[in-house]
């Protein structure tokens, strides 16, 4: 966890700021917007079921609420993290290769901004690669949270916490062309460090305001950890 926290003072840090702004101006825009409509939406929603009830069941809306609230902050900021990170993965990847200069003092490569927006179709069908390994396995843990008791919802924050992991440790794996099941197993092979960051990323990203901020911290924070337990094994 102490790694995704180290992302607090590593987005602050001279050099790195202006590398954090596009990153966090797209998660405050897409995930703070969403959120509004989706609050819409449910009050709308709820307001009609309470109108199906009769009196007598009206308290029902007060055990729905924090049901619905639950359900939202581990599930549907997950799903949207997905998203976002797809959108923002080119700034995601700069802002982690410029934490990389900032930790080592040695960059990754001499590319050009030209050749930086040549690899960005690489960078996007990476993200596919994520998002292709990330919804069938999320439609199948989500039965099993409302099917399994107790169980179906340990499942589901583990599989959430493996896939905060993947999505942000992938950054700095991808900008030194590590392919996706090497980095995979590489994760599997320090599952303490792998589910103490994501659980810290889903800790926070479940905290209305501050998760605006989750994205471009938790990629530092991933960064970091990346540098100091992988890198010495690519180089």
């Excluded at 307001?47 to 009206?58: E, G, K, V």
């Excluded at 843990?141 to 169980?151: A, G, K, N, R, T």
């Excluded at 942000?168 to 062309?177: A, G, I, L, R, V």
């Excluded at 392919?179 to 792998?194: A, E, P, R, T």
Aim: with cysteine; glycine share 6%.
């Amino acid at each position: 966890m102490e790694y995704f926290f180290s992302g607090f003072s590593l987005i602050t840090q001279k050099g790195l700021k202006r590398f954090v702004f596009i990153p966090l101006l797209i998660n405050i825009t897409l995930f703070g917007g969403s959120l509004f409509f989706l609050y819409d939406w449910l009050t709308q929603g709820f307001a009609y079921l309470n109108d199906l009830l009769p009196d007598w069941l009206s308290w029902l809306e007060w055990l729905m609420w924090p049901i619905a609230i639950l359900v939202i902050l581990f599930s549907y900021s997950m799903v949207f993290s997905v998203i976002t990170n797809f959108i923002a993965a080119p700034f995601n990847g700069l802002l982690s290769e410029k934490v990389e200069l900032y930790l080592t003092g040695q960059k990754i490569n001499d590319d050009s901004l030209f050749d930086t927006l040549k690899d960005v179709p690489r960078m996007l069908g990476r993200e596919w690669t994520k998002l292709w390994y990330y919804l069938p396995r999320a439609i199948g843990f989500f039965i099993l949270l409302w099917i399994l008791p107790i169980f179906g919802q340990i499942l589901w924050i583990l599989f959430t916490c493996w896939m905060y992991t993947v999505q942000y440790n992938d950054y700095p794996f991808d900008n030194h062309k590590i392919n996706f099941n090497q980095m995979k197993k590489d994760l599997k092979s320090k599952q303490g460090l792998s589910y103490g960051f994501g659980f810290a990323v889903m800790l926070l990203t479940s905290i209305p305001l501050v998760n605006l901020i989750v994205m471009p911290v938790a990629v530092c924070g991933a960064t970091r950890l990346w540098v100091e337990h992988y890198r010495s094994q690519y180089r």
